[in-house]
């Protein structure tokens, strides 16, 4: 399984922004679909996930502000609303098959934002 993000970028506090990933590959309808970010010298922690059946979970700190989607079974995307200086970091897309213990990564993506 590949996963490749896309839509990281510049974003001033309070401004949105929209992360995407397409995952290529054999990729199971009930697979479950998401999101990690990764401050500098901090550890990757969950942000949002979504299972084959449109079940979200998220993370206390993004809930009410992000939205997770997933248009297909092949991709997600992030909907990032009200961003403040502490949701800057390195993104990373992630992808789990409905049974077994592997997960698939995406490359990261930088998202910045400015006060």
């Known amino acids: 399984v590949l996963l490749v993000e896309s839509g990281g970028g510049l974003v001033q506090a309070g401004g949105s922004l929209r992360l995407s990933c397409a995952a290529s590959g054999i990729i199971g309808s009930a697979s479950t679909m998401g999101w990690y970010r990764q401050a500098p010298g901090k550890q990757r922690d969950l942000v949002a996930l979504?299972?084959?059946?449109?079940?979200t979970t998220y993370a206390d700190y993004v809930e009410g502000r992000f939205i997770i989607s997933r248009p297909n079974t092949a991709a997600t995307h992030l909907q990032m609303d009200s961003s403040t200086t502490e949701d800057t970091a390195v993104y990373f897309c992630?992808?789990?098959?409905?049974?077994?213990?592997?997960?698939?990564w995406g490359q990261g993506t930088q998202v910045t934002v400015s006060s």
């Open positions: 979504i299972d084959g059946n449109g079940r």
């Open positions: 992630l992808y789990r098959p409905s049974s077994g213990n592997s997960v698939y």
